[in-house]
């Protein structure tokens, strides 16, 4: 056989298969979901895909829609047969349905999409609240945070009376004659501090080594040296 006459057959057997399948399911199609349900049981290519839904739709076996650049695929509920008189002969593919029939399928369609959204609804919410309890301490947990608690409070209770039954409690003016004397330590600190800066500066710019070699060799230590901050002007 020739390999046209092959490739011919292929084509054949594989529009076949595909208005078979689409007949069975009696729904929209595109290529690629035609492709995807019927690659692994049959084999067949995306290409041949494509090309044995163009053809049934020329032949007028399926029908063929354009949505943007999508085309979607499905079988024609209505053959046309001809007869040997020139004659239109014309039958349902699918069992007919009346128009009441259809008006019950719609009810149902419209009330079970109804409790789809409720479902879906009810689904989110659960899924915040399982959000909420995944977040929060277990019951064994909540225990051993309130008995720690517990600990807690009772140290510091005691060591609240111990402050109360004190008898060297510093008196509103110690307190402020500390508060005073820190802040004259503290400008005093800061003023003999930027002397220092300036008359280091001052020298080393005649001094031919760095300023950390300098330092290290006149025996000068910082603040920074000891992690000590000056504190912030009041």
């Not at 959204?117 to 909420?132: F, G, I, N, P, V």
């Not at 503290?186 to 330092?215: H, N, V």
Request: one cysteine or more; glycine letters at 6%; hydrophobic letters at 35%.
């Amino acid at each position: 056989m020739s390999k046209g006459r092959d490739s011919g057959a292929a084509a054949g057997g594989a529009a076949a298969i595909l208005l078979r399948y689409l007949q069975e399911q009696n729904r929209p199609h595109s290529a690629q979901d035609a492709f995807g349900n019927l690659q692994r049981e049959h084999g067949l290519g995306k290409t041949a895909v494509v090309k044995a839904l163009e053809q049934l739709a020329q032949q007028g076996k399926i029908k063929e829609k354009v949505y943007g650049k999508q085309k979607i695929y499905f079988p024609d509920q209505v053959i046309v047969l001809l007869g040997l008189q020139k004659t239109h002969l014309c039958y349902n593919q699918f069992p007919a349905v009346s128009d009441s029939e259809l008006k019950v399928l719609d009810n149902e369609i419209s009330d079970l999409s109804s409790k789809v959204q409720t479902l879906q609804q009810s689904c989110r919410q659960m899924e915040l609240e399982l959000k909420d309890l995944n977040g929060s301490m277990t019951t064994p947990e909540m225990i051993k945070e309130i008995e720690e608690l517990k600990k807690d409070c009772a140290n510091y209770t005691e060591k609240l009376e111990r402050i109360k039954s004190a008898a060297n409690h510093v008196t509103p003016e110690e307190k402020e004659k500390v508060y005073n004397e820190r802040k004259l330590y503290c400008k005093e600190w800061r003023r003999r501090k930027r002397m220092a800066t300036e008359l280091l500066d001052a020298i080393l710019e005649g001094y031919p080594k760095s300023k950390k070699q300098f330092f290290e060799e006149v025996g000068i230590e910082t603040d920074e040296d000891h992690n000590v901050t000056l504190p912030a002007a009041v």
